[in-house]
């Protein structure tokens, strides 16, 4: 165990009390629960930084960074399409969502063909993240309507683009793996 596997460990725990703080009755529960999720999103990078800078990269750590990061995002995203009520926030929260589970598979599936690295993450899915980050951290800390939500709602959208983008990416670089295996 070290510094980021606890990092990440740490974002699992966060899980739990982003969903308290949400439904807290208080006019102060969003904004706590946006500062949550923010401090849940450096840790998302700050762990993979330290895990390379001091050289603790571990098996445990790259299989859980992953799951952590897709489990918070799905997790904020069910929230806000409940709050939002709007087929504006589910669409791009499906697609996102929809993305991880195939992208995850593949991966998975390319690992056990010993060609992961043709699914290596990618500058676009760096961007993503990060847009994603942006809009779930500015839809998260204000209501619905208010132009901060309305510039999440467009953030989001700009990051289910770059979702499909990269999808799209890893698909075509798996698809003589895909093919041959047909």
């Known amino acids: 165990m070290?510094?980021?596997?606890?990092?990440?460990l740490?974002?699992?725990v966060f899980i739990p009390l982003l969903v308290i703080l949400f439904y807290l009755p208080f006019a102060w529960s969003l904004p706590?629960?946006?500062?949550?999720?923010?401090l849940a999103a450096i840790t998302?990078?700050?762990d993979g930084y330290l895990a390379r800078r001091w050289d603790q990269s571990t098996p445990f750590g790259a299989f859980l960074d992953p799951v952590a990061d897709k489990v918070m995002v799905a997790v904020a995203l069910a929230l806000?399409?409940?709050?939002?009520?709007?087929?504006?926030l589910t669409l791009p929260a499906l697609v996102i969502i929809g993305r991880e589970i195939v992208i995850s598979a593949l991966r998975e599936w390319m690992a056990e063909m010993g060609k992961r690295a043709s699914v290596?993450?990618?500058w676009i899915g760096k961007i993503k993240t990060t847009l994603q980050m942006v809009a779930l951290?500015?839809?998260?800390g204000t209501p619905p309507g208010t132009w901060v939500a309305n510039l999440g709602m467009m953030t989001l959208y700009l990051a289910a683009i770059l979702t499909l983008w990269s999808m799209l990416?890893?698909?075509r670089a798996a698809w003589p793996e895909l093919t041959r295996s047909l």
């Open 2 to 8: 070290n510094i980021p596997n606890l990092l990440t």
């Open 10 to 12: 740490a974002r699992l």
């Open 32 to 38: 706590l629960t946006a500062a949550l999720f923010g």
């Open 44 to 46: 998302d990078w700050l």
């Open 80 to 88: 806000l399409v409940e709050r939002f009520d709007s087929a504006l």
């Open 120 to 122: 290596a993450v990618s």
């Open 137 to 140: 951290l500015l839809l998260l």
């Open 169 to 171: 990416r890893y698909l």
